[in-house]
């Protein structure tokens, strides 16, 4: 495991992965970015799903590395010619859950969605220790 308080590329480097070809799923990309373009490989991709308030993808050109953001419902908002394939991917995805494929990245499930547990989860969350997703479930 890595420590996401670290610089990726050490944190990387010190479990004997120099370089990636692929980095995806994000979520403090302007926190990582200098990390991500001394560790992605040349012709790599960057795939963001956050909002950084900032991007400069200069960083990026020398090693031609694409930058790609993904947005879920981009097909459903602008009805895209695509559109049935984010169903298909959806399928697909629950089908790989079944199969033990993929799992959940939830770690805690701080119960039902209560003023108390919700405040309990914001508090997780922000401490900025959290290690996956922490969920609330069912309500009272």
């Known amino acids: 495991m890595i420590d996401h308080h670290e610089p990726l590329d050490e944190e990387l480097a010190r479990i004997g992965i120099e370089q990636v070809e692929f980095v995806a799923g994000l979520t403090a990309t302007d926190k990582h970015i200098e990390a991500i373009a001394r560790l992605i490989a040349p012709q790599g991709t960057l ?81 900025g220790d959290a290690y996956g997703k922490t969920v609330l479930s069912g309500i009272e």
């Not at 694409?66 to 629950?94: C, V, Y």
Request: charged share 20%; glycine share 4%; hydrophobic share 50%.
């Open 47 to 127: 795939a963001l799903i956050d909002d950084p308030k900032t991007l400069d993808i200069v960083p990026f050109k020398r090693k031609a590395v694409t930058i790609a953001w993904e947005l879920m419902f981009t097909r459903s908002l602008f009805h895209t010619p695509d559109m049935a394939r984010q169903g298909m991917i959806l399928n697909e995805i629950a089908s790989l859950v079944d199969a033990g494929v993929l799992r959940s990245t939830m770690t805690q499930d701080v119960g039902a969605l209560t003023v108390t547990n919700l405040r309990r989860a914001h508090a997780i969350v922000e401490g």
